[in-house]
């Protein structure tokens, strides 16, 4: 973007309308957070209605994070090339209508079908709304609106899930995923009048009326129309003659791209470890399987303190170094939670912090992710990074199962899993990031010099 307008836009107070678009991404972010718990809410009342078998069942569990894992790895490069609006509006539309059509599934092969179709969307949305939280935020307040946007998946698996064993109670299990198709139906329509284009994308790949549109988000930032499009170069350093991905592993980008790719690995894979095994493990620790859930709904109300807490301070300090912080302290306190099993109240206060401090890891790495790549690859540079880290989510359980299965005990596995958030720490720490917050978006060219 033009120096001029970069420079206007990270030194100026966030506006009303920056915040909105903000605010807009955290309702996306949301519908992630109800779709990747929604056959976790519905899974007792699914098996009972088709009596599926465990293996059965945990395809089904198995099936949304694939599909998501795929979108965000094959749709997000088109947001790089046909923009991220757009895309976003797609796939708010096949996640809410597959979403739907589940709720008029017959077999468990067509409820497989349709979580995969429905993870394509939701994948697919991921990727574009951290971009666009990122582009449209001040310096100082980016880490904070990335953060804060990726609230939204613990405030979609909160409110939903609050939702969710209502609905269960009064109407069955397909009312859960009919929710969640006018949830996000709803959430399209929201997006249609309030989410803008990427600035970035206007400058850079210029579609037709990209000075109008321009213009028009520009004025509601408060700034002065332009009287033609920035000009916009790129060094000739071969990669923007590499087709999609494999823009992401030219030598100038290569070695940022391989941390983000296992620092997003390495993270989901303990992130939803904790997420979906703490009830089950703690239950089977001492706990009732009451007070087991008690302690997942306190792991989703922590990681809303903990984005927010997070990206407040990365508005002061440089943002890897605090995360590499938040790693290490989210493995010693696992190190600790079965052992309070004895105590409630112990069990439950460290489960809530926990859930702050493992859900700010991974609102950590989306506002890290953006920054890597210059706005020409940064929606495939995001998702690709997504996508790695939803591969490390569906691995997790079944480590997780296999190590169960040779004996290790719920104590082993929380000191396993701890060990994944140190190695994470040590490969965030890596990451060359300047500033309290961190630099301004970066063309290609910057970003290439950068990555040296």
């Given amino acids: ?165 209502w609905l269960l109670a009064h109407h069955g299990w397909r009312s859960v995923f009919m929710f969640g198709g006018v949830a996000s139906l709803a959430v399209l329509v929201l997006a249609w009048f309030a989410l803008p284009e990427s600035l970035d994308f206007l400058v850079v790949k210029r579609p037709a009326n990209a000075l109008q549109r321009l213009n028009a988000v520009v004025r509601k930032l408060g700034v002065p129309a332009l009287a033609s499009l920035p000009s916009f170069a790129t060094a000739d350093t071969g990669q923007n003659q590499r087709p999609g991905p494999l823009q992401l592993l030219a030598p100038e980008l290569r070695r940022p791209t391989i941390l983000v790719w296992l620092s997003f690995f390495a993270v989901m894979f303990g992130f939803y470890f904790v997420m979906s095994w703490t009830p089950k493990l703690l239950a ?68 809530f912090l926990i859930g702050v401090f493992v859900n700010a890891c991974v609102a950590g790495l989306y506002a890290i992710a953006p920054v890597v790549y210059g706005s020409d690859v940064r929606a495939t540079g995001v998702g690709w990074g997504i996508g790695i880290g939803r591969i490390g989510a569906i691995v997790s359980p079944l480590v997780a199962g296999g190590l169960l299965d040779a004996k290790w005990s719920p104590a082993q596995l929380y000191l396993g899993y701890g060990l994944a958030f140190v190695l994470s720490a040590v490969i965030v720490s890596l990451h060359r990031i300047a500033g309290p917050s961190f630099a301004g978006h970066r063309s290609a060219s910057e970003s290439a010099v950068a990555a040296h």
């Fill in 284 to 351: 089977a620790s001492g706990l009732t399987p009451e007070q087991g859930v008690t302690t997942g709904v306190l792991l989703s109300l922590g990681g809303i303190l903990g984005a927010t807490l997070l990206g407040l301070l990365a508005a002061r300090f440089a943002i890897h170094r605090t995360l590499a912080i938040f790693m290490v302290i989210t493995a010693v306190l696992l190190c600790f939670l079965v052992g309070s099993s004895g105590a409630l109240w112990v069990s439950y206060t460290l489960a």
């Fill in 1 to 165: 973007m033009e120096q001029s307008l970069r420079a206007q836009l990270d030194q100026r107070p966030m506006t009303t309308f920056q915040w909105s678009v903000v605010g807009v991404c955290m309702a996306l972010n949301m519908i992630d957070g109800f779709d990747v718990l929604v056959m976790a809410f519905t899974a007792s009342a699914v098996s009972g209605h088709w009596k599926l078998s465990g293996s059965e069942l945990g395809f089904l569990l198995s099936a949304g994070l694939f599909g998501m894992a795929a979108g965000s790895l094959l749709l997000a490069p088109l947001a790089d090339k046909l923009g991220r609006r757009p895309l976003i509006l797609a796939c708010l539309a096949v996640a809410g209508l597959g979403m739907l059509a589940s709720a008029w599934s017959q077999t468990p092969t067509q409820l497989a079908v349709l979580r995969v179709i429905t993870g394509l969307g939701v994948g697919g949305i991921l990727a574009c709304s951290n971009v666009i939280a990122s582009e449209y935020a001040s310096l100082r307040w980016r880490s904070l609106a990335v953060t804060l946007q990726s609230t939204g998946y613990a405030l979609g698996a909160t409110i939903g899930g609050s939702i969710a064993v």
